[in-house]
Every structure is written in structure tokens, then in C-alpha cells.
């Protein structure tokens, strides 16, 4: 015996196709995670998780960037590097190649 998922393109008694009828059915698009570095300035998201290992990875997470925490995308200098994000009450920014190593669900 099989149980029907609701999926994207799931279908509602009402007529309601596509993501509609998937939140309809209970369910919650969700966005795949993405580099920090590629977050609009103005956007929010949450942090998935973090790609680094060793020194590098303590240092991000030493800075309060651990999966889970919300952060906005603030501005970036002229030439996009380095990224300045508000999260946890203070604002931090990071350079694009330290951003490279964390991903969040906008």
C-alpha cells in the first residue's frame, strides 16, 4: 500500500495547482541552500550550513555563523567583497571567500 506525498505539482480538490496546492496540502517550499555570498543586499535568510573544517570552521562559528542562526544581507563594498550581514544583533562582514563556506536558505 502506497500513501500519497504531496508534491509541487500536486493538484487541490479547489482547483489550485503547483506550489499553491503543495502549501495547501501541508507542505512548505523551501528554497535549496545557496552560498552567502550570493545573497542580495536587503535579502534574509537562515544559515544551513557551514563547509569548512579545521581552523577556518572555528573561526566562522566562533562568530556566532552556526546553522540555524537568521542573518540579513546588509551591502557590500564597491567591488562585492567583502559582504557586511546583521545576525544576532551585531553586524559582521566577511570576505567572499570566507562567505564561499557558508550556505543559507533565503
Known amino acids: 500500500m502506497?500513501?500519497?506525498i504531496p508534491t509541487a505539482s500536486a493538484a487541490t480538490d479547489d482547483g489550485r495547482?503547483?506550489?499553491?496546492?503543495?502549501e495547501a496540502a501541508g507542505g512548505?517550499?523551501?528554497?535549496a541552500p545557496i552560498p552567502l555570498r550570493q545573497l542580495h543586499v536587503g535579502q534574509k535568510a537562515v544559515?544551513?550550513?557551514i563547509l569548512a573544517d579545521g581552523e577556518m570552521g572555528r573561526r566562522i562559528r566562533d562568530m556566532g555563523l552556526v546553522?540555524?542562526?537568521?542573518?540579513?544581507c546588509m551591502g557590500r563594498a564597491p567591488l562585492y567583497d567583502p559582504v557586511?550581514?546583521?545576525?544576532?544583533?551585531?553586524?559582521?562582514t566577511?570576505?567572499?571567500n570566507e562567505a564561499d563556506f557558508i550556505k543559507v536558505t533565503p
Open 2 to 4: 502506497t500513501t500519497a
Open 47 to 49: 544559515i544551513s550550513n
Open 94 to 96: 566577511l570576505r567572499n
Open 84 to 92: 557586511a550581514m546583521r545576525l544576532l544583533g551585531f553586524t559582521l
Open 17 to 22: 495547482e503547483g506550489p499553491a496546492a503543495f
Open 28 to 31: 512548505e517550499p523551501k528554497s
Open 67 to 72: 546553522p540555524g542562526v537568521e542573518l540579513t
